[in-house]
């Protein structure tokens, strides 16, 4: 059974992070126990040594002199024992130093094989994209049918009347048009949208389907007064439009 690239590159991955992982933790350990058994060993403790318990005879004098008493128990040497606290403190500092650098190394290490693990890769069913593609393929417009209402809407621009009822008609004409081309309208598309994704089936053509659509929307909407101008713009939308869907 032929066994894929990936596949030999993630186990090999799978198998040598654990390794890692199993020798990192021991032995940052016995690092740390190390150094706590070095700075106890260094540190020590101080050493006292005791006075001399007999006192001195005090000379014969008439005059009673004050002095102060002798200490039991002191240090033999205050500089040891100041040298011994520096490098006590010292070496904690690195005690702890050392166990927050090994925790931190742990938990980037857990983190790294947590997110560099194998997943579970899940078998997918096996379909045709061609059958896919044609299961979501819009409907085609009837073209005949298209046609026959493009020409029906030039005819309407051209009848002697007001020229924003005629760009009006135009446009209503085309709606009606693409109702009946056999393409269904979507649930948010108004009549506007729907005719225009209809037009724009063929290329070439989309520019002068929105002028044709800008002309109706500022009559019938913007309330603007069309003039013979308007009207022949739409003519020559309708014309582009009729010559894209030949």
């Known amino acids: 059974m032929p066994v894929d690239a990936d596949d030999e590159l993630d186990a090999s991955a799978s198998v040598s992070r654990p390794r890692v992982t199993r020798w990192l933790v021991p032995s940052g350990v016995i690092a740390v126990f190390a150094i706590a058994m070095l700075a106890a060993s ?6 006292f040594t005791p006075g001399d318990s007999t006192p001195e005879p005090l000379p014969e004098s008439t005059v009673q002199q004050t002095a102060p008493p ?3 128990g002191e240090p033999q040497e205050q500089g040891d024992d100041t040298l011994l606290r520096i490098i006590a403190i010292v070496m904690v500092v690195l005690v702890i130093s050392a166990a927050v650098a090994a925790l931190v190394i742990l938990i980037r290490s857990v983190l790294g094989y947590w997110r560099s693990r194998p997943l579970r890769r899940a078998a997918g069913s ?3 994209a061609t059958l896919s593609a044609e299961a979501v393929a819009e409907p085609i417009p009837d073209a005949p049918t298209m046609r026959r209402g493009i020409a ?3 005819a309407a621009i051209d009848l002697p009347s007001d020229p924003g009822d005629a760009i009006i008609a135009a446009w209503i004409g085309l709606e009606e048009t693409a109702v009946d081309s056999g393409v269904g309208r979507g649930r948010s598309e108004t009549p506007a949208e729907f005719t225009l994704r209809i037009l ?3 290329p070439g053509i989309e520019e002068p389907a929105r002028r044709l659509l800008r002309l109706y929307e500022c009559v019938r909407f913007g309330g603007h007064r069309a003039d ?4 022949a713009d739409a003519a ?3 014309a582009e439009i009729e010559e894209g869907w030949r």
């Open 42 to 47: 260094v540190a020590g403790h101080p050493v």
């Open 228 to 231: 013979d101008g308007m009207r």
């Open 126 to 128: 096996a379909t045709d």
């Open 70 to 72: 002798l200490g039991i």
């Open 200 to 202: 724009l089936h063929r």
């Open 236 to 238: 020559r939308a309708l």
């Open 152 to 154: 029906a809407a030039r």
